[in-house]
């Protein structure tokens, strides 16, 4: 079993900046990599950010140049610092590990962008 916690989210103007956790615990394995996901209201849950345990990483384009996905595997957590934040950004972010049989999802931490 794996539990996801995400923290750090919050209420930012545009141009701001937020950094959010999530920290893993139980069996992490070698192979998991760790994403980043958001979701609005009526709409899909969307892929932000992926990275692997070796530190490889993905953004979407959506937000490349302005997200960065980064890891601590000593504290198995995964941050997604973002920056130049933009009213669009505005969504509940996800952590996910996705396995071949399992999924498993955090309680969500909400980003909301506004003036």
């Known amino acids: 079993q794996v539990q996801l916690v995400e923290s750090g989210g919050g209420s930012v103007q545009p141009g701001g900046s937020l950094r959010l956790s999530c920290t893993a615990s139980g069996t992490i394995r070698s192979s998991d990599s760790i994403s980043w996901y958001r979701q609005v209201p009526g709409r899909e849950r969307e892929l932000v950010a992926t990275i692997a345990i070796g530190g490889t990483s993905s953004v979407e384009d959506s937000v490349k140049g302005r997200f960065t996905i980064s890891r601590d595997s000593a504290k198995n957590t995964v941050y997604l610092e973002m920056n130049s934040l933009k009213p669009e950004d505005t969504a509940v972010y996800y952590c996910?590990?996705?396995?071949?049989?399992?999924?498993?999802w955090g309680q969500g931490t909400q980003v909301t962008v506004s003036s």
């Open positions: 996910n590990i996705a396995r071949w049989d399992a999924q498993y």
